[in-house]
């Protein structure tokens, strides 16, 4: 469910505040990848972090955890950047560029640094560190509002689908559905995961494979140019919702793990 970004934000945490192993953590990024690689943007930040630069030969995910935790990462936020939401990319530099091509990034808030994949080949996935200027961090949604902001935009997408006449179900289209979320990676998560950052990670995925069978152009592309523009219009809220569900279930699990180990 959901992307590398939120595995690796999730499981970091969990390993950092001793609720997961390192190697638990390790074998959950590969849901994404058989094989990851991490470099450094730049000289700075390979230093900072002990690995190579991009162009060197990479260092592996096993090195990144204890630069992680040398450098006192404890929070780690996920970001989803799109054009027109770029919170928490600290500007048009090469970190935030990198994740807006991406559409996903891990933002370490207190060390000024983050993560951005991109699968590089079959099965291969590479993450590059940088560092992140200052900029305002995106705002924490509670799990709550999320969840019921993800349900007010279904009913009413729904509703201004229904009103354009482009959201009648065509033939198969629940097969599809079916096949477009057994196609998608099942990561596992570490024991102690939240349930309802479960259940709305679970929504989530649900209502985002129902955003991309809506999105995909008609058979034959029988939609018109206007058409297509109007349904991107009634979709957009719901992809914002469903990007804000991720966000907050993502959020709230690595909230959990860090008052797991605070001391009572």
Known sequence: MCCPS?????????????????????????????????????????????????????????????????????????LLPVPGDVRGLGGAGP????????????????????????AIAEGLVRWTVFGVPGGPEPEYV????????LTDAIRDSAGALQALDVASD?????????ATLRARPRPDWPSGMPGRALRVLQRAEEVGAILALASADEPGGALSASAATRRADALRPLADAVRTARRAAVDEAVRAFADQAAPS
Do not use: M, N
Not at 18 to 24: H, I, K, L, N, T
Not at 142 to 148: M, N, P, R, V
């Open 142 to 149: 509670g799990l709550a509002e999320a969840e019921h902001g």
């Open 170 to 178: 065509r033939p198969g289209v629940r097969a599809e559905l079916s």
């Open 6 to 78: 939120a595995t690796l934000a999730v499981w970091c945490s969990a390993w950092l505040h001793g609720a997961a192993a390192s190697d638990d953590a390790l074998d959950a990024l590969r849901a994404w990848g058989e094989a990851h690689e991490v470099v450094a943007a730049d000289t700075g930040t390979a230093e900072a972090f002990d690995i190579p630069v991009t162009g060197a030969v990479p260092a592996t995910p096993g090195q990144l955890l204890p630069a992680l935790r040398r450098l006192g990462v404890s929070t780690a936020r996920l």
């Open 95 to 118: 970190f935030g560029k990198a994740a807006l091509r991406s559409g996903e990034a891990v933002l370490l808030p207190e060390t000024g640094y983050g993560l951005v994949p991109q």
